[in-house]
């Protein structure tokens, strides 16, 4: 019903203004042309100055309203040099947006057409044609610049005390693994990926590095002030990391693994006391289509101390253990029967 | 057909020698050769923009669909659910659905109705008329650019309708998404029909820019020397070039993920477990297709972008009386922008593992074109500036153009630099950022184009009063929609969310999704009262009495009201000077037919 009664009005006011429109113009043929036309023209003109200056006001108003929304400070060191950059080309690029916008409109308004003025014939002027090519290209040299010099310090190397964790995007859910111990990933192959058999990420147990990786899922844990160099990839389609309250983004390409590095600025907790917000946590965004689940390709991080993290990885089992229970120390004291201790042997890279 | 060929290889013998009439043959043409399967090139561009707007419809509709979903994302909306049954069961839109919609959105858009529906409209009406031919230079080939593109869209339309729905991978179609069937329901048979679809626009493409570029490097009356063009002209001929060398590169990575898909090849497929099935495919690159679909995507936005700037700079110059400011700046701006558009295409992939060296070398590329564009801006002021400015409805959509140019053209320094781009790459962003400078501001192009010739196509003007309305609703409208947006992209929010519920740093926007909605229903309305006008018009609008009712230079409107084809009924006029002799020595136009005074001054 309320369908129905919004195209009865749209219907309705499409109605009422093209009959307005089509009588304007007989109007129009009857007065004469010319001078309907010109009172035409004046309102026009008046119009666009009035559109400059109530769109100058709802600029401001926009700013106004939804500036407290956006993401506030960067909690990654990275993140402070994104957002400089990105206030540093918001600021030139607002006084361009002005100047150029003002003198728009401005002119149109002024120059509107009037029997008393002639156009003033100006096909060219070279001098100001070079001034406002060197003008924007000096501009842009600074700014392209600060962005090189920004992105080389981003993307550059991970620092050597750098933790590492393998993300893994797959429709639609993240997968992480620790290093363990020894700070290496083992080596994996995507053939070996069997979830059923506990190996999710394709893990080689022949490799001895895998046999302390820790696998865990959709919650990813890094420490505060501890560089993270994240290794990325993805099982099936291409999925990216988005971290915005880190500033990074990194693809997560299936068959070529990313690299990504920074350093959280704050905790979890921190972070709440911060925002002020009681439920605040890290979100992994999934930024790049990925199927009918993208929007919802959701992970969280908690940034803690490094204590705290001690504790949480200390308190999961390597995926070694879990997919072969019969290697597993505290199992084995347990149990019996699983003791075969000639299958599976382990065998040096 | 035959008796039609035979008429226009007569209009291409009279052509060759500069003289006959022409009067004699327009009787003899039956009805499915004048309007179907024309040579004519003022009747292939009317059906270029005539098909065009049923896809701009299309399209649209599309949008305001997956608007309701966006600014109502729990409302449930029965009507719905009667037109699209299990896409949208219970009145809600779902997820695939909703993808589909947002793919079949940009690529109608950004294809068939910017780049089909504005080049090749305005290419083919304008560039005989204007550098003065009989037609172009293969009129054949022109009809078979119309009727690949015909069906191509037949072929589009046909996989909205196919059981598991329309491609869904988003308008680039990236694999491996796009190359496994196994990844979703769009992923299907509709991403085959895509793929055959684009396929066949771009041999349209091809066979449509080649004609243009050879028909304005050959085909010029005498006199019309190639600074003589007006800018239209040379935006075409640029655009064209564009089009010409990059759409082959589309096609080849078309039919690289049409291997893939279909017999079992792996250009970009490796390392892929999907829904637990581990796939044989080993050393491909999926990055690889991201390069061959982006060295056309990049172009393609200035093919996008061109036409509407060069029709702009006529508009503009004609409504304030003024000639254009700085010529030639103008096109050297156009040859550069043309340049260096082949030069800037992975800045759509910084953030795909990119080696960061080649990253900071496109930046620099990138930013390097906001130089062109600057100068074409304060050109388009400077012309504006002490003219005497009539605002017809196409006068304001030029400088609604210019305004949008440059609120999107702004936004595109952030994106273009790499170190901002990591926060901003594929949110909400790049969504307002685009909409701008290339979607709207090639409508405004493209509206401000219909309004300045549709008297040169039906021999009738729009209703003023309607044009005036669909302007202002438009440009307030556009605003309100994207400016906010870029908002939602500083949060980070993704594109292609369809609900942000789930999100604790997403959830905050709720009130300003529904005012989009809403503005966004409005805007599209507005789009439809001015198709109304369109077609209402060209029965009942008022009609034109003056073969040059804008006091124009240019040689198109040297001919009849209403002209016939072969466009001049006696010998083609020759031309004597540039097209922007507007307000010289105190005549308000001098047309570029007028030989040159001898105390005349020079400019």
Known sequence: MQTFFIVAILALGFLITFQIAKASEYVAVLRGYEKSRKQTNKLNGFMLLAFLILGLIGVYYCNERLKGKILGEPASDHGVLVDRMLYVTLAVTFVVFIITQVALFWFSYKYQESDKRKAFYYPHNNKLELIWTVIPAITLTVLVGFGIFYWFKITGDAPDDAMQVEVVGKQFGWEFRYPGKDGVLGKKYFKNVNPAANNPVGQIWEDRYNHDDVFVEQEMHLVVNKPVKLVIGAKDVIHDVGLAHFRMKMDAVPGTPTTMWFTPKYTTKQMKEKTGNPDFVYEISCDQMCGKGHWSMRGTIIVETQEEFDAWLASKKPQYYVANPDKDPSVKRDSVIASAPLTGAVINR | ?603
């Open chain 2, 1 to 603: 057909m035959s008796e039609a060929m035979n008429v226009h290889s007569g209009v291409a013998a009279a052509h060759a020698v500069h003289h006959d009439d022409h009067g004699h043959h327009h009787h003899e043409q039956s009805f499915i050769s004048k309007y179907v399967f024309s040579m004519d090139h003022k009747t292939i561009g009317k059906q270029f923009l005539i098909t065009g707007m049923v896809w701009a419809i299309i399209g649209g509709l599309f949008s305001v669909l997956f608007r309701l979903q966006l600014g109502y994302p729990d409302q449930s909306f029965p009507i719905l659910e009667t037109f699209f049954g299990n896409w949208a069961k219970g009145g809600q839109i779902q997820p695939e659905f909703y993808y589909g919609l947002v793919t079949m959105h940009g690529t109608v858009l950004v294809f068939f109705v910017l780049t089909a529906g504005l080049s090749g409209t305005f290419a083919n009406l304008l560039i005989p008329l204007q550098i003065g031919a009989r037609d172009m230079a293969s009129p054949f080939l022109n009809m078979l650019s119309y009727w690949f593109f015909f069906i191509a869209g037949i072929v589009m339309l046909a996989s909205i309708f196919v059981h598991t729905g329309p491609a869904s991978g988003g308008w680039t179609m990236y694999p491996p998404l796009s190359a496994l069937r196994q990844a979703g329901e769009g992923q299907k048979i509709g991403t085959d029909l895509w793929l055959i679809s684009m396929a066949l626009f771009i041999v349209s493409s091809l066979l449509g820019g080649l004609n243009y570029i050879s028909t304005i490097l050959n085909m010029r009356t005498k006199g019309m020397s190639m600074t003589r063009l007006p800018l239209p002209i040379w935006a075409m001929f640029f655009t064209a070039v564009l089009g010409v060398l990059s759409f082959p590169v589309l096609l080849s990575g078309a039919i690289l993920l049409l291997f893939d898909r279909n017999l079992g090849t792996s250009f970009y497929l490796s390392d892929i477990v999907i829904n637990g099935e581990i796939l044989p495919n080993e050393g491909g690159s999926a990055i690889l297709y991201q390069h061959l679909f982006w060295f056309l995507g990049h172009p393609e936005v200035y093919i996008i972008l061109l036409p509407a700037m060069g029709m702009v700079s006529e508009i503009l110059s004609v409504n304030s009386r003024k000639p254009i400011f700085g010529y030639m700046a103008m096109l050297g701006s156009l040859f550069a922008i043309a340049i260096l558009a082949f030069l800037v295409w992975a800045h759509h992939m910084f953030v795909t593992g990119l080696n960061p060296f080649l990253g900071s070398v496109f930046v620099l590329l990138t930013l390097l074109i906001a130089v062109p564009s600057a100068i074409k801006v304060f050109n388009w002021l400077t012309t504006l500036w002490r003219g005497n400015i009539r605002f017809t409805p196409a006068t304001l959509f030029a400088i609604g153009f210019v305004s949008l140019f440059i609120s999107g053209g702004l936004t595109g320094i952030f994106l273009g630099n790499s170190t901002i781009d990591i926060h901003l790459h594929d949110t909400m962003f790049v969504v307002a950022h685009f909409h701008i400078v290339m979607g709207v501001a090639s409508f405004f192009g493209m509206f401000a184009g219909v309004y300045h010739w549709f008297p040169k196509m039906f021999g009738r003007y729009l209703n003023n009063t309607l044009g005036y309305m669909h302007f202002w609703v438009t440009m307030i409208g556009a605003y309100l929609i994207f400016w906010p947006m870029h908002y939602q992209g500083l949060a980070g929010i993704p594109r292609r969310y369809l609900d942000k519920k789930g999100w604790v740093s997403f959830n905050q926007f709720g009130e300003l999704d529904k005012m989009i909605t809403v503005v966004s229903i409005i805007v599209f309305a507005v789009q439809l009262m001015f198709v109304f006008n369109f077609f209402y018009s060209i029965f009942k609008g008022r009609k034109v009495t003056t073969p040059n009712p804008w006091g124009a230079n240019t040689l198109e409107w040297t001919t009849k009201i209403n002209p016939g084809h072969g466009n001049w009924e006696g010998e083609i006029p020759e031309v004597h000077r540039w097209p922007y002799d507007y307000g010289k020595d105190g005549r308000e136009f001098i047309p570029q037919t007028e030989p040159v005074g001898a105390n005349e001054s020079k400019h």
